[in-house]
């Protein structure tokens, strides 16, 4: 529920959008999803028209009231009972991420401590430490050049999560790595199947499957089911910046869970680098035809 704060990149941007959405309903209950897009187009920039329109569709801020042949040619009306609950909530969430800024061109060492709340009422969601989930859609959005990713389990919602920043990314020429397990097992690995063939079947039709590589490192001994070696870090390589923490890409990961992890920068990040590029030696490609597409 945290991507258009993530897109938009601050409360003032958010606080914007909900104005021009009101203004342009409050002259008429039903629009097409043309004008919708041109006007958040004129406000924001081309690149996230439609993008914004998926998130507010998927959020139910605008409900279909007729449909079309496409996004455009459909009929939307303004669902005011979501909506301030949910610019209330992407306001907060962009506080929380202007607060978490990591500069790409920062050159001192960085070190922050990155948390999950569980809904209990125990836990304080403080400033003391980041929000995991937000930040780490940061630092994806932030990549330049590369992004190597280590997550041993996906889960599909939560890979929904994070494939619209991987497409952003891969548009503006990033190169993705990740490297999963399981996706050969027998016995296991359905999950990350789903979620990995997701990942390809959305960069085949961006036409964006050059800038994705995939692979699996995971081993069971045959004759007696016994797993031999595996992954189980869950790591994430931004350029220079890089997260280690206990989340993997799943909704209760990033969350319901109690998640851990921290975000630097430095000297450090080049031992995970060159432990990152072992492992991919090592790891078995996936190949795109494995996918069904």
């Known amino acids: 529920m945290n991507e258009l704060a993530s897109q938009l990149q601050s409360s003032k941007n958010i606080h914007l959008l909900e104005t021009v959405l009101n203004e342009l309903f409050s002259k008429r209950k039903i629009v097409y999803g043309k004008e919708l897009r041109d006007l958040i187009k004129k406000t924001f920039g081309g690149k996230l ?4 329109v998926e998130i507010l569709i998927e959020n139910e801020v605008i409900i279909k009231s007729k449909a079309g042949s496409n996004i455009d040619s459909y009929l ?3 669902n005011t009972a979501v909506s301030k609950f949910f610019f209330k909530h992407q306001v907060l969430v962009a506080e929380i991420l ?6 790409s061109n920062k050159q001192e060492p960085l070190f922050k401590v990155l ?7 125990r836990f304080k969601k403080d400033s003391e430490m980041s929000l995991l989930y937000p930040t780490i859609k940061r630092l994806i959005q932030e990549s330049n050049n590369n992004l190597d990713i280590i997550n041993p389990f996906f889960e599909i919602n939560g890979t929904k999560k994070i494939i619209p920043d991987l497409v952003t990314v891969a548009k503006k020429g990033v190169k993705i790595r990740i490297v999963t397990r399981s996706f050969f097992d027998k016995f296991d690995g359905n999950n990350n199947r789903e979620s990995i063939k997701l990942i390809c ?5 961006e036409n964006l499957l050059d800038q994705l590589s995939i692979k699996d490192y995971f081993k069971r001994d045959e004759s007696s089911s016994k797993q031999i070696f595996a992954i189980h870090s869950k790591i994430l390589i931004s350029d220079e910046s890089c997260y280690l923490g206990s989340a993997n890409i799943t909704m209760n990961s990033l969350y319901s869970n109690l998640e851990t992890g921290v975000v ?13 590029n072992t492992l991919w030696l090592a790891s078995n490609p996936i190949s795109i035809n494995q996918m069904d597409l």
């Open 98 to 103: 202007e607060k978490t800024y990591i500069p």
């Open 201 to 205: 079947d959305t960069f085949k039709k």
């Open 49 to 52: 028209s439609e993008i914004v």
């Open 115 to 121: 948390a999950t709340y569980p809904e209990d009422g």
């Open 264 to 276: 630097f920068q430095g000297e450090e990040v080049k031992k995970i680098k060159i432990l990152f």
């Open 76 to 78: 939307f009306e303004f």
